[in-house]
């Protein structure tokens, strides 16, 4: 199955600062890739995702880009604000089929006042 | 969100319980999905079902089961349960077609085995 890989586990800045999740997957066929953000107490919830035919994908201060070719996609959040910090997780899946999603471990982001 | 709902949100129970964890929604979606979530492994899919006659086993089904009593209700049983279920359930729906491969999560239920 697929293996979904996400780096770094925690990430600190400050605040305005630019940060960077990367993410790798194995499975050439997986052509859906959301991110995913948790808030504490809460269920993670979609901000932003991109299918395998853009390359890049930008939504305000979020941004997406993936490499079909490495494998490897990554999350962009520029002018980072204390209500940034959560847990991030990458997925990835097949949107034929059963669509199942396959998460990464999560990043833990503190944005530093 | 708050189309998702999950009951209990928190529950303690001993080694050996039946334990039911449930999850009702009211997007209208066709698809519901059982997640566990533990600290550095990220979410793991337990099952899913696709409408109330198809049920699924999905990464990590051993030890749980699972109804789906309609199209908005999906229950999670743990039969006999053990400490190393204890863990965050998180419930989560998608809609059926083209371009609907979002999954909306719930709140999720912290579940502590003793």
């Known amino acids: 199955g697929e293996n979904v890989e996400q780096h770094p586990s925690t990430l600190s800045v400050q605040e305005g600062d630019s940060a960077v999740i990367k993410c790798t997957y194995s499975d050439s066929a997986s052509n859906y890739f959301p991110w995913y953000k948790q808030e504490l107490g809460k269920g993670p919830q979609l901000i932003i995702d991109?299918?395998?035919?853009?390359g890049e994908k930008k939504d305000q201060r979020i941004a997406v880009t993936l490499n079909k070719t490495a494998k490897h996609f990554s999350l962009h959040i520029t002018e980072t604000q204390p209500e940034d910090s959560a847990v991030y997780f990458c997925?990835?899946?097949?949107?034929?089929?059963?669509?199942?999603?396959?998460f990464g471990t999560g990043t833990r982001l503190t944005v530093i006042p | 969100d708050a189309d998702v709902t999950q009951t209990p949100r928190n529950r303690i129970t001993k080694t050996g319980k039946r334990i039911m964890l449930e999850c009702s929604q009211t997007k209208g979606h066709d698809r519901m999905y059982w997640y566990r979530q533990d600290p550095g492994l990220g979410l793991r899919l337990i099952y899913y079902s696709f409408d109330v006659k198809d049920i699924n086993k999905g990464e990590i089904s051993d030890g749980y089961s699972v109804s789906r009593q309609a199209q908005a209700k999906f229950s999670l049983s743990l039969e006999s349960a053990i400490p190393n279920q204890t863990a965050l359930y998180f419930c989560?729906?998608?809609?059926?077609?083209?371009?609907?491969?979002?999954?909306?999560f719930g709140p999720g239920t912290r579940l502590t085995v003793l």
């Open positions: 991109i299918r395998s035919n853009v």
């Open positions: 989560a729906t998608s809609a059926r077609g083209q371009g609907t491969d979002t999954q909306y």
């Open positions: 997925a990835a899946s097949i949107r034929t089929g059963a669509n199942n999603l396959f």
